[in-house]
């Protein structure tokens, strides 16, 4: 292990279930499992990382005592995962096989073969299938059983419906995450050249009618390419279309539903979030409720992505009901469970913490989570949401009379933006030019300026509704001129869409 804290990762990323899983397991191990047991009981205890609290109880050896641990943790969460997983059954079967066949037992071998195949069929996992038939087509002189032409014609047939499924598979795979890159840039394209060079880059036909893949897989991912490629394009409503259409594939695919509930939860969740856009957001609330009712098997990476997105959508459903007092008081239970599963890096939940905050006058709390993405979370993924919290930081520090700090705040944010290549037309650098003469103006010309700024958001939500935090900052600026805007302005899902589609 090359991390000195891999092994604490890994233990605190374990749910209770798993742990005492482990520690039964490696009971039945004998007079060795006392010693790395008690390891484990020691890393499991610690809130943070201590090498020197290790160390006092395992002077010698440690190095070599943590990556034996942590391969014993692996093999054990390898055997509970077997019990649920029917990918990993597929695979232990395809192992058996090989065991049984390096034995001389070619009829075992064989009957494990066709085990591995019929679970690999049932969950369209044609990888997999791939390696079977690899299998069964490299054994079968040797096995000595009677083999004639049709045995091999039938074996190519499949090899090569197998192939064409695994081709359609990676095309909408590729393409999906070339779409996702785009959306990660900007949330948006910026006008008709930009989305015609998308067009031109990438292989765009796949998604026209009459060009639908034939396997499972890649109709899903066909559906998803197409919901996000018209978010790009803006229109809200085939994104709905396209994303309902995915979920409900779900529903007609039950055992792979089962088997990857966390995507199921992640289409279902983006669902939920593109119905804001459009007309069906009154439905988001009975979506929410379908999400909390479903069952999946307990591992604590079902339990992660159910909590992360139910989190979101439940802020995002509040949000756009104007509930902002009671998204704030839904804060405490969401940041203590945050902490359970390590997820205070995720930009989208800690932006929308943030945002939350700053609608409420929380300014206290809203620098500390401004901070804390500044900090902690890397600009890569989302930089308009790096780009925007650094706005409501200034306003924050702006409100308490932080001046040292607002200037400060003002230089390192410009500094940012030009860092990225923000170009000086974009909405956050304009922004930040109306909001320094705000911050600078004398109490005579304040008001005035914030007129300025009201008309500005308003101007740049009339020309591009879709700006990230422009009506929550709208909002904000109604309030100190008087206008009706926290009864008029309906929020456009703050910082929501984390692209998982």
């Known amino acids: 292990m090359k991390n000195r804290d891999a092994l604490f990762q890994l233990i605190k990323s374990m749910s209770r279930t798993e742990k005492r899983y482990f520690v039964l397991d490696a009971r039945k191990s004998g007079k060795m499992s006392s010693k790395y047991l008690r390891l484990f009981e020691l890393l499991n205890g610690m809130e943070i990382y201590d090498e020197k609290k290790l160390r006092k109880h395992f002077p010698k050896h440690l190095s070599t005592d943590k990556a034996y641990l942590y391969e014993s943790i692996l093999r054990s969460m390898r055997d509970y995962m077997s019990a ?18 390096e034995r001389g037992l070619y009829e075992q071998s064989n009957q494990r073969l066709q085990a591995a195949k019929a679970i690999a069929s049932e969950l369209e996992d044609q990888f997999t299938l791939l390696e079977v038939n690899k299998e069964i087509y490299s054994t079968l002189f040797d096995s000595r059983a009677v083999v004639g032409p049709e045995h091999l014609e039938q074996l190519q047939q499949e090899k ?4 064409e499924a695994i081709g359609e598979e990676l095309k909408y795979l590729d393409l999906y995450y070339r779409l996702l890159l785009e959306v990660f840039r900007d949330f948006k394209l910026q006008g008709p ?4 060079e998308l067009e031109r880059r990438l292989p765009m036909h796949l998604l026209l009618p009459g060009n639908e893949p034939r396997s499972a897989q890649a109709q899903r991912r066909f559906l998803l390419c197409n919901a996000v490629y018209h978010h790009l394009k803006g229109d809200m409503e085939k ?4 994303s309902l259409k995915a979920v409900e594939w779900w529903d007609e695919h039950p055992i792979l539903k089962t088997e990857e509930f966390h995507r199921y939860i992640i289409n279902v969740s983006n669902l939920v979030n593109t119905m804001y856009k459009t007309r069906h957001a009154p439905d988001a609330a009975k979506w929410l409720e379908k999400l909390k009712s479903e069952k999946s098997s307990q591992s604590y990476h079902n339990e992660r992505v159910i909590f992360l997105k139910l989190s979101i959508g439940n802020l995002l459903y509040l949000l756009n009901g104007h509930q902002f007092e009671a998204a704030h008081r839904a804060l405490p239970e969401i940041i203590g469970k945050m902490n359970k599963f390590g997820l205070k890096r995720s930009i989208v939940l800690a932006g929308n913490i943030a945002t939350v905050n700053f609608l409420v ?3 206290g709390a809203c620098i500390e989570w401004t901070g804390h993405i500044m900090k902690n979370i890397k600009t890569g993924s989302r930089q308009d949401i790096h780009r925007i919290i650094r706005i409501y930081r200034l306003i924050a520090l702006y409100e308490i009379g932080e001046i ?3 200037d400060a705040g003002v230089r390192s944010t410009q500094r940012f933006y030009e860092n990225n290549g923000l170009p000086a037309d974009a909405f956050e650098f304009r922004l930040l030019k109306l909001l320094k003469r705000a911050f600078r103006a004398p109490v005579y010309e304040v008001k005035e300026k914030r007129r300025e700024l009201y008309s500005f958001l308003q101007n740049e939500l009339e020309r591009n509704p879709a700006t990230l935090g422009a009506e929550e900052l709208l909002l904000w600026a109604s309030g100190h001129l008087g206008q009706s805007g926290r009864q008029v302005v309906k929020p456009d899902k703050p910082l929501s869409a984390n692209g998982a589609f």
């Open 84 to 101: 649920s997983s029917k990918a990993i059954q597929a695979k232990e079967r395809l192992m058996d096989a090989r065991y049984l066949y």
């Open 404 to 406: 040292d700090q607002l």
């Open 239 to 242: 994104v709905y279309h396209f």
């Open 193 to 196: 050249e930009r989305l015609a």
């Open 160 to 163: 090569a419906e197998i192939v």
């Open 361 to 363: 006058g929380d300014f």
